[in-house]
């Protein structure tokens, strides 16, 4: 006894296995969690170190050369890239997906111990975090005043609003952008300190003498004990300027004699405006990877509403932007799609039916099944997002079928005259082995995805065991509560006018199918003509069709990336930016904006940068397209001809955020320094002139103005003067050192000493300075140092251990990513000798990646399929027929993408994997039951011309509730579903195209590979 006799005798527990399916359904959806996609962030690990006034090249050769040397030998690395800048090494590890982050982080912790030894001691201790230096946040917080400076704003950004929000789960860091922390700043006349015999090397000591608060132990009594505590503190500036630094002939010198000390910000070099152009602090969250984008900012919503109760009336918070708004619209559209596709798949199966209780019992499969899957989903510790909802709406169409095809079968008896429990068993029991076939087939198509690795395997993982736990669960249901309720609630009765009138269409429909079958067997060797033309029309629509990773999608941002010259001030700089933000601010489509001058987190902290962060409304509340607008502000931000800036969009799917959404990322690797300066120039001239990109750019300049002193050593040993005197003295007046601390609010600020601005504005003040020897005298710098003006790079980058410069480049409007690819490795054979290596990076590196990964699935897929289906049939030769379905939907699938102008990326692939599910189901109904029809006696012709008219309707039934489950997501009309839109097409075009042809293709290839029971007949009679 099968399950569906079972079933069928044991009404109760086939309903209860229903039930049990949806309570743990009900409850493993209401424990899931929400985000965009998939997890698909790699773990990361950043390791930052300060060194405060050091070149770039001291940085790599000081700092970065030994801690990669360390970190390198981690296993599981898949990439080590570095940035050195002056005064900040940033490395960033980047692991194989599937590591701990946590035990990846605790190997480079370890690594960077090691190497500790081995940095300059005047360093600040390298920083590891579990997260991208460069990553970006996922919402900005903006916090406004009209009565508190941005010194008191970052107070409140810190104290209040960092310190309450950094407690939620899942955030990684919180950056205050344009923080302006408070310091005392020491800004020292060089003059008068000469005048009083006295250099900064003195300033520091006498603050570090005279500025300090040690343990000073406790008096132990016989009946009471006091600790010592030794108020050495400062607090004020009035306090720190009455240090004294010198007592001399009875005359004291104070620090407020030589300096003038005043209460500042620390950071002077950065701003950060909003909307009108006014300055701001904005609370920027940046979320741990494979973070909870969604329970992260509903969590900070809840936060933020508790800090406005406690709220000082002239602060005024709000939100520059929320990343997490796309992805709930997104997620939305995707949860319209279902229900609307849901929807059409009981019209269409009522259409076929007629008759409101056969088409209940095949409807009650699906959202049994759908339920079922949300709990697979759960044990599987996946998320709902865009391609595991994805998933659901394809398995709308599909869970059905299993019960449709039960269903048919059964009530075709009872039509016959069969009782309804007579017809279930012997129903239920001729179908029983294609169910299993057709179900298992398809589940067999997604085991591939499943081991697929990188961002390919991460994206089609969830989504392939979404849809194959849906399609477990409903042969489940279609064997067992299918047949069941057929069983209970079938019977043979009078058909109303509605019926009998539309039932003349069906079997008129089935006779001219009959009849153009027949006609079609006569020529049935055209079949194998069709097959070598689908095979063809394959090969030449993979060459003419271009590829990417995912079309763009409208996320409603746009980014305007600002780079000056090398050696632009800072002044000149913000300049620029307001000009910017001016003509930014204008725009209605706006909703908000961030703009900040020389943002330190950039990495860099160079002045000469900036960036513009546009958060716009909502598609349907604006007239142009996120696109449009790129393309308008382009042009008429080329008109400011100071700075070059780059309007960007976010990459639909990326692992790497910091390619500022520029697709084509092509990294040069060199084995020194002098190579890439010489190759450089004449690889971007020929990048700027290929036609595929519309922008350019690269990371390595070379032209950063830059002030060489070249040391006399015979003269400085001579005046009794060595290097560390000069170099130090130069370091305290002109590098912005720390001297100290100050408690202000019981929270720890810097003191910070440099010569006052006037005092170090022109290259000519270095001429001013005196140095003291080992004898106490001043001898002037002059005496003893050589100014050389020079350029050099403002930051070196390295790749995996080598010197390297990436290329990003902008696509013109026709090219995709796949064609800026191969026209930048086109110029890296013409232009780089073989000392050179080459690799991608960002969204290049993902999507070639993703190529390899898709054809592997696909190629397994088809060889699973077949070895699946032989085990099944017990014939090498049956599932050879059953795969003739394949390339005729292929050529269907990719047929329709040409036509209506799509790619072939990440989405489209998916539709062309399921499709072969999909289309082999068909074959499977066809060939089991011309099977069946043979050991019943019939020869191979009569086989197959029996078994193809007598599983048109369920076949029908079937494809067109697939097609119209999926016809939502090829026809979504709202912004964020246009990189869905190529899997709808992909698989109506490909299922549509297979339909027909499958109908005639495959009876007449039956025939062939059943030539010994096969004859020819020139009439044949098929019973009704």
């Known amino acids: ?72 030998g981690i296993a599981g690395i898949r990439s080590l890239s570095s940035t050195c800048s002056d005064g900040r090494s940033n490395i960033r590890v980047e692991f194989e997906l599937g590591i701990d982050l946590e035990a990846a982080a605790n190997d480079v912790r370890e690594k960077v111990s090691q190497a500790q030894r081995l940095l300059p001691p005047d360093a600040d201790p390298p920083i590891v975090a579990k997260s991208d230096a460069n990553s970006n946040p996922i919402m900005s917080i903006t916090v406004q005043s009209n009565r508190r400076n941005l010194m008191q704003l970052s107070e409140f950004a810190n104290n209040v609003m960092k310190e309450r929000i950094q407690t939620i789960p899942g955030i990684s860091n919180i950056r205050i952008w344009g923080e302006k922390r408070y310091a005392i700043r020491i800004k020292m006349d060089p ?82 405006r909003g909307n009108n152009v006014i300055p701001m602090v904005g609370v920027a969250i940046t979320p741990l990877p494979g973070a909870n984008y969604i329970d992260i900012a509903d969590r900070v919503y809840d936060r933020v509403n508790e800090i406005k109760k406690d709220l000082p009336k002239d602060i005024i918070l709000d939100y520059a932007f929320d990343g997490t708004t796309s992805i709930r619209k997104a997620i939305t559209e995707v949860e319209e799609t279902l229900i609307l596709a849901f929807g059409l798949v009981v019209l269409v199966i009522f259409l076929f039916l007629r008759n409101w209780r056969t088409t209940l019992i095949p409807v009650i499969a699906i959202p049994i099944s759908l339920l079922g899957a949300f709990f697979i989903m759960y044990v599987f510790n996946f998320s709902i997002n865009i391609l595991t909802l994805l998933g659901i709406v394809l398995a709308t169409g599909l869970v059905v079928d299993d019960a449709i095809v039960v ?12 009782k309804p429990h007579e017809a279930a068993h012997e129903g239920s029991k001729e179908i029983y082995f294609a169910i299993i076939s057709t179900s298992i087939t398809l589940i067999i198509v997604f085991l591939p995805i499943v081991f697929l690795q990188g961002l390919t395997g991460r994206l089609f993982r969830e989504f392939g065991v979404t849809v194959a736990g849906s399609i477990l669960i409903s042969m489940i249901v279609s064997l067992t509560l299918t047949p069941m309720m057929c069983a209970r609630f079938l019977k043979h009765q009078k058909h109303g006018f509605i019926y009998n009138y539309t039932e003349r269409f069906f079997v008129g429909m089935t006779n001219l199918y009959n009849r153009t079958l027949k006609g079609f067997m006569r020529f049935r060797g055209v079949s194998w003509l069709i097959t070598v033309l ?25 980014r305007i990336q600002m780079t000056a010259p090398e050696g632009t001030s800072y002044e000149m700089m913000d300049r620029y930016v307001l000009e910017v933000l001016k003509m930014v601010d204008t725009l209605p489509e706006k909703r908000a904006i961030i703009a900040v001058t020389a943002p330190g987190f950039s ?153 006052a601005r006037i005092y170090r504005d022109d290259p000519r003040d270095l001429a001013s300075l005196y140095v003291r020897n080992s004898l106490g005298e001043l001898i002037p710098m002059s005496n003893v140092v050589k100014l050389i003006e020079q350029s050099s790079p403002p930051q070196l980058f390295r790749f995996n251990r080598y010197l390297s410069a990436t290329v990003s480049a902008g696509l013109n409007p026709g090219y995709t990513i796949g064609q800026g690819i191969e026209a930048m490795e086109e110029i890296g054979r013409n232009v780089l000798d073989e000392s050179f290596q080459t690799t991608l990076t960002g969204t290049s590196k993902d999507f070639k990646e993703s190529s390899g990964g898709v054809m592997f699935a696909f190629i397994l897929a088809l060889a699973l399929v077949y070895l699946t289906l032989a085990a099944q049939f017990e014939s090498f030769f049956d599932p050879l027929i059953i795969m003739f379905t394949v390339p005729l939907a292929l050529v269907g699938a990719l047929l329709t993408l040409w036509w209506f102008g799509h790619t072939l990326n990440i989405f489209s692939q998916i539709g062309i994997i399921v499709l ?3 289309v082999t189901k068909n074959g499977i109904l066809i060939v089991e039951f011309a099977n069946q ?9 009569e086989a197959a011309i029996e078994s193809a008219t007598l599983r048109l309707r369920p076949i029908l039934m079937t494809s067109i509730a697939t097609i119209l489950g999926v016809l939502p997501i090829a026809l979504a009309l709202g912004a964020a579903s246009t990189s869905r839109i190529p899997m709808g097409v992909a698989i109506i075009g ?18 062939f590979f059943n030539r010994k029971k096969s004859v020819k007949h020139e009439s044949i009679a098929v019973a009704e």
């Not at 069928?8 to 209401?30: C, E, K, N, Q, W």
């Not at 004990?225 to 104070?254: D, Y």
């Open 933 to 941: 029809k043979m050991e019943e006696g019939m020869d191979a012709y």
């Open 990 to 1007: 490909g299922l549509s195209f297979s339909l027909i042809l499958t109908l005639y293709v495959i009876p007449a290839i039956y025939t």
């Open 1 to 72: 006894m099968n399950m569906s006799s079972l079933s069928i005798d044991r009404p109760v527990m086939a309903t209860v296995i229903s039930i049990v399916i949806v309570l743990f359904g009900y409850i493993g959806f209401r424990s899931l969690g929400l985000r965009e996609y998939p997890s698909v962030d790699p773990p990361i690990v950043s390791v930052s170190t300060s060194y405060t006034g050091a070149a770039a090249d001291v940085i790599e050769s000081q700092i970065t050369e030994p801690l990669e040397e360390s970190i390198n």
């Open 603 to 755: 990495g860099s902290g160079a002045s000469n940068s900036g960036f513009v962060s546009i958060n716009l409304k909502q598609p349907e509340d604006r007239v142009r397209t996120q696109d449009e607008l790129a393309k308008y502000l382009m042009p008429k931000i080329s008109q400011l001809n100071y700075a070059r800036s780059l309007v960007t969009q976010e990459q639909t799917i990326s692992t790497d955020r910091r390619s500022g959404g520029l697709p084509v990322q092509f990294v040069i690797q060199a084995p020194n320094f002098d190579d890439l300066k010489r190759v450089l120039p004449k690889f971007m001239e020929e990048a700027a002139k290929n036609p595929a990109f519309a922008i350019t750019d690269l990371d390595l300049k070379f032209n950063k103005p830059e002030l060489r002193l070249e040391i006399d050593r015979e003269r400085a040993r001579k005046l009794n003067l060595n290097v560390r005197d000069i170099a130090e003295t130069l370091q305290l007046y002109y590098a912005g050192q720390r001297y100290g601390y100050f408690i202000k609010d019981s929270k720890q600020y810097e003191v910070i000493g440099e010569a």
């Open 407 to 418: 269903m048919e079968n059964i009530y075709r008896r009872i039509e016959d005259g069969q």
């Open 916 to 918: 072969v599910g999909i």
């Open 534 to 558: 689908a095979a063809f029309g394959i090969y030449t629509l993979l060459q003419v069709i271009p590829t990417e990773l995912a079309p763009m999608e409208d996320k409603s941002n746009l």
């Open 191 to 272: 003059t008068k300190l000469t005048a009083y015999s006295l250099t900064p090397l003195d300033v520091r000591n006498a603050l570090q003498r005279q500025n300090l608060e040690l343990p000073s132990g406790r008096i132990e009594g016989y009946r009471t004990e006091l600790t010592i505590r030794t108020e050495g503190r400062l607090f004020t500036p009035e306090e720190f300027s009455n240090i004294v630094l010198r007592e001399a002939a009875g005359a004291t010198i104070l620090l407020s004699d030589v300096a003038d000390v005043d209460l500042e910000a620390q950071n002077t070099r950065s701003i950060l």
